[in-house]
């Protein structure tokens, strides 16, 4: 099983990224896939969460309106859409594929992490 995760980068406070998580080695559709993020020197949390087909998505209330999930089951891969992006949300970006959920213990694959730095 590999989780790629790629997208982060440097960018100034305001600026958008789209990270990208393509999976391969297991059955993608069968699985909700979820965002967690590590700060520098923090626990790593939840970001957002989207279902077997797409049909629900979940947020933590910090990106809440600012970040999109999405998926194509077609190419097994997941996306994160963060737009309006502050100096706050650095952090190593994380996807991971399991039960539709907002806590780590409910996701069975993670990906290797990319960063994402916010200037302000």
């Known amino acids: 099983v590999q989780l790629q995760a790629s997208g982060g980068g440097l960018v100034q406070a305001g600026d958008s990224l789209r990270l990208s998580c393509a999976a391969s080695g297991l059955p993608f559709s069968i699985y909700a896939w979820g965002w967690f993020r590590q700060p520098p020197g923090k626990e790593r949390e939840f970001v957002g969460a989207i279902s077997l087909r797409g049909a629900s998505a979940m947020y933590a209330a910090s990106v809440e309106g600012r970040f999109t999930n999405s998926r194509d089951n077609a190419k097994n891969t997941v996306y994160l859409q963060m737009n309006s992006l502050k100096p706050e949300d650095t952090a190593v970006y994380y996807c991971?594929?399991?039960?539709?959920?907002?806590?780590?213990?409910?996701?069975?694959?993670w990906g290797q992490g990319t960063q994402v730095t916010v200037s302000s």
């Open positions: 991971a594929a399991g039960r539709y959920g907002s806590t780590p213990s409910e996701y069975e694959y």
